[in-house]
């Protein structure tokens, strides 16, 4: 498949580009895109040199989102680089930015509008909020440290909570923005419903494949660690799971 095949428009980005056509911005419209583009452009770096197949790329009108087939138990280091790539390659467009206005190779409008959009889609990234990288990020790191199930729980807690916040704190931003609030709330909804789908393929992936992580010694199997060989007892895993599948309890 070609790498241009892979990339999609989500309606909602047709909607706003023949918006941009009618009203006269296309070009300012045209330059957000550009931004949203590079930002993703910096996951698919990361995920290529980690040899992580790359599904899907959506263009959504406030950002993107790129579909990789990985295993759920995929090194967290390899992905914490994965998600902070597109913000990484934000930082680089920045900096250059900088230089071509610094050299005046760019008008002054040109510069503040990008400027001001590449700062903004910086920072809105980083909010913990599903699925923008600010909420993988603290999800994979809290899973150096947490089992996985409760990192998942404690990740999308942390989602709700914040929108929560965002709606009552900021509600003139709210209503300014309310499909961007409607994808960010139906993406944690589906993200929460998905819980034992998830849980499910975590377990059969680590019944199915070996992990070169070191041992952990845990109660049951809902407290595994995605970065562990977990023994549930003296029992490792994968037998304990195939075990636990073929209805043997312990």
Excluded at 6 to 12: E, M, N, R
Aim: net charge positive; with cysteine.
């Amino acid at each position: 498949m070609k790498f241009s095949s892979k990339i999609k428009l989500h309606p909602l980005t047709f909607v706003v580009l023949f918006a941009g056509f009618i009203t006269g911005y296309v070009r300012y419209i045209a330059m957000i895109f550009s931004i949203v583009i590079i930002h993703e452009f910096g996951h698919i770096c990361f995920a290529h040199l980690f040899k992580r197949k790359v599904e899907s790329i959506t263009i959504l009108p406030f950002g993107g989102l790129t579909k990789m087939s990985s295993l759920v138990s995929e090194n967290i280091f390899e992905d914490l680089l994965i998600s902070v790539g597109g913000i990484f390659f934000q930082t680089i467009l920045g900096l250059i930015l900088l230089l071509l206005n610094d050299r005046s190779l760019i008008d002054r409008n040109t510069f503040e509008f990008l400027n001001m959009y590449n700062m903004f889609i910086i920072v809105f990234n980083i909010v913990p909020i599903c699925p923008l990288d600010g909420y993988k990020i603290i999800k994979l790191l809290s899973e150096l440290f947490i089992p996985f199930k409760i990192s998942f729980i404690i990740s999308s807690t942390i989602s709700f909570i914040l929108l929560s916040i965002l709606a009552i704190i900021f509600p003139d931003i709210f209503k300014d923005n309310i499909f961007i609030f409607i994808f960010l709330i139906f993406m944690t909804l589906e993200e929460t419903k998905n819980c034992s789908f998830i849980m499910n393929r975590f377990y059969i992936e680590r019944m199915n494949h070996d992990f070169d992580y070191s041992p952990k010694k845990i109660t049951r199997k809902e407290k595994m660690f995605k970065n562990r060989v977990n023994y549930i007892g003296k029992i490792h895993e994968k037998k304990f799971l195939k075990d636990f599948f073929m209805g043997k309890s312990y």
